[in-house]
């Protein structure tokens, strides 16, 4: 995985590397870009304004968005 972050952008967003759904968009490409992770309860991205915390890790990212825990990766 590249990144995580919510920056300017309405929704969060992951780059680089996909490996195990890593990016959370539903695809399985990589991507040098940023690209919205969806969100499992609505047919549209995770909105930036509702992330309170958001950490990605090599293979693993996870938010905290809504008082709820979003994570999207390896094993999940």
Do not use: F
């Not at 195990?20 to 609505?42: C, I, M, R």
């Amino acid at each position: 995985m590249g990144g995580a972050g919510t920056g300017d952008v309405a929704h969060a967003v992951c780059w680089g590397s996909d490996k195990y759904g890593a990016l959370g968009d539903g695809q399985s490409e990589d991507s040098a870009t940023p690209v919205a992770v969806k969100d499992p309860n609505a047919s549209q991205g995770i909105s930036a304004d509702s992330i309170n915390q958001i950490s990605a890790g090599p293979e693993i990212t996870c938010a905290i968005a809504r008082g709820a825990a979003y994570c999207w990766g390896v094993n999940i």
